[in-house]
């Protein structure tokens, strides 16, 4: 009986460690890089990994990112969809919101994922529901969203497709 005790208590004792210890090793990532996009598994989406006017090149994001008002946009999107594939878009609110890292202390965004990243504000493609000539946007410098962006004022760009 004391036998069947203690190897009882010793598989309880290993549940435990496997339960609340191990998974703190192995957490996994929810973003995949694939060079010039990134996977995002949580969303099931593909962001593009570097700002609009940016490439990648040599592991990183190089050059540097522009500041375009939304009229310009279907043009950035035509053309990325002729250069890389696929259909790309602006992200949700909600989807760039999901990029916030609150952790993250110069940029709230993590640069390991999207390096180069500016602190500055990023379109989405929703409007403000109570004020619909005003966007949403995305600010990776405090992680905060505003709704009240005119389209003519200039703002980052980071394209984003559906997984297929």
Request: aromatic share 16%; net charge positive.
């Amino acid at each position: 009986m004391c036998r069947i005790l203690s190897s009882k208590f010793i598989k309880l004792i290993i549940g435990i460690f496997f339960l609340f210890l191990i998974p703190k090793f192995l957490i996994a990532s929810e973003y995949l890089p694939r060079g010039y996009f990134v996977i995002d598994l949580k969303n099931k989406i593909e962001w593009m990994t570097c700002p609009v006017g940016m490439v990648w090149k040599n592991n990183t994001c190089n050059g540097i990112a522009k500041k375009y008002e939304l009229k310009f946009i279907p043009e950035i999107i035509d053309l990325a969809n002729n250069q890389l594939e696929g259909n790309w878009r602006l992200p949700s609110r909600k989807e760039l919101e999901s990029l916030i890292c609150h952790k993250c202390e110069k940029v709230k965004i993590n640069l390991k994922f999207f390096p180069k990243t500016p602190p500055e504000p990023f379109w989405t493609k929703d409007k403000n529901y109570w004020q619909p000539k005003f966007n949403w946007i995305v600010n990776f410098l405090n992680g905060n969203t505003f709704g009240r962006y005119p389209g003519y004022k200039p703002n980052y760009i980071r394209l984003v497709r559906d997984r297929n």
